[in-house]
């Protein structure tokens, strides 16, 4: 009986192991995917500012000039 339960105890590791091996690598590259898409966006959201930023620059100017 005890020889069963130490059996059991091995193959519940290995199992575990097993599980865990094939299981982390993908998730970290899910992780990865997610965080180069956030960038990606970050990276297209702050070009976006820089162009709204520009817009408002001429805006600012072409009524500066209207008005005086």
């Known amino acids: 009986m005890r020889q069963l339960l130490d059996m059991m105890k091995k193959f519940n590791i290995v199992l575990i192991l097993g599980f865990s091996f094939f299981f982390f690598p993908s998730h970290s590259k ?32 072409t009524i500066s000039n209207l008005l005086s």
């Open 30 to 61: 899910e992780i990865q995917k997610e965080t180069n898409q956030l960038s990606s966006k970050v990276e297209e959201i702050a070009e976006e500012m820089n162009n709204l930023n520009s817009s408002l620059n001429l805006l600012s100017i």
